[in-house]
């Protein structure tokens, strides 16, 4: 197996921090004549719905940070790697793998300002391009690219209705700042994410790929709906499964793990 681009596999496996929640508006009135709210949008409506299904506004902000561990599995390696993912408030992120076939770690991180790695694989500690620091701001939010997404730079479009695995979803085209697209599937009955898409790099041969990543087994942390299943798909083939054991909120958490090591 080769890892020529840790940081952009990593960021693969982060679907799932894409909560897709959104603030829904207070639609309160005075006992007068203040005149009725307009009626929601189709995209108002399905991100109001979602919020609920996820939690709710309040649970989802209430959460400081995370802290996620499990197993990563990449299919064409034969791989098995312990996996620990942290994200915490404002916007930092931190990834660490063990490679236990190759007898080394892989770890990513990110402050806020400066994204890094240090892979044994491709020279040991680096410093990452600014592509790479606003995929990692993107990931390291934990509200998710939807809550207060207009002040953040993005637009959402409801995109129609799509079967993905036999679940009938709702499809949302979010464009990012930097006019890049990401899709977001809502289950049409529950409301949770049950899949995103985009176009991304492909760590394996440098190009660009369709990087699907499904999300699986929901649970309740701290009041908030998680997966504790991911499947990354890249151009039609499974490129890793990620299954996590554990997940916990507002933990203490040591904020030098997110800064760029002083070697």
Not at 171 to 195: C, G, H, W
Not at 235 to 240: C, E, K, N, P, S
Request: charged share 20%; proline share 6%.
């Amino acid at each position: 197996m080769t890892m020529k681009n840790s940081a952009t596999l990593m960021l693969f496996a982060l679907g799932l921090l894409l909560l897709g929640a959104c603030k829904s508006a207070e639609m309160t009135s005075d006992a007068g004549d203040a005149p009725p709210p307009p009626p929601m949008t189709m995209e108002q409506e399905l991100v109001a719905k979602h919020i609920e299904a996820t939690g709710g506004l309040s649970a989802i902000q209430a959460i400081e940070s995370v802290v996620m561990a499990g197993e990563l599995y990449m299919p064409a390696a034969g791989m098995n790697m312990p996996i620990t993912l942290t994200v915490k408030r404002p916007s930092n992120m931190h990834v660490h793998v063990k490679v236990p076939a190759m007898n080394m770690e892989v770890t990513n991180g990110f402050d806020g300002e400066t994204a890094w790695e240090d892979n044994p694989m491709q020279g040991g500690l680096r410093k990452l391009d600014d592509d790479q620091v606003a995929r990692f701001k993107e990931q390291a939010d934990l509200d998710g690219i939807l809550v207060d997404h207009e002040a953040k730079g993005y637009s959402v479009e409801y995109a129609g209705d799509a079967d993905i695995k036999g679940t009938a979803t709702k499809k949302l085209k979010v464009l990012r700042p930097d006019s890049s697209e990401i899709f977001i599937y809502l289950n049409a009955e529950t409301f949770v994410q049950v899949k995103t898409e985009s176009e991304a790099p492909n760590p394996m041969t440098g190009g660009t790929a369709k990087v699907e990543t499904f999300m699986s087994d929901y649970r309740p942390v701290n009041g908030v709906q998680m997966p504790f299943g991911l499947e990354v798909v890249m151009d039609g083939q499974t490129f890793q499964t990620i299954t996590f054991t554990q997940i916990t909120a507002n933990g203490e958490i040591d904020d030098t793990i997110f800064m760029y090591p002083k070697k």
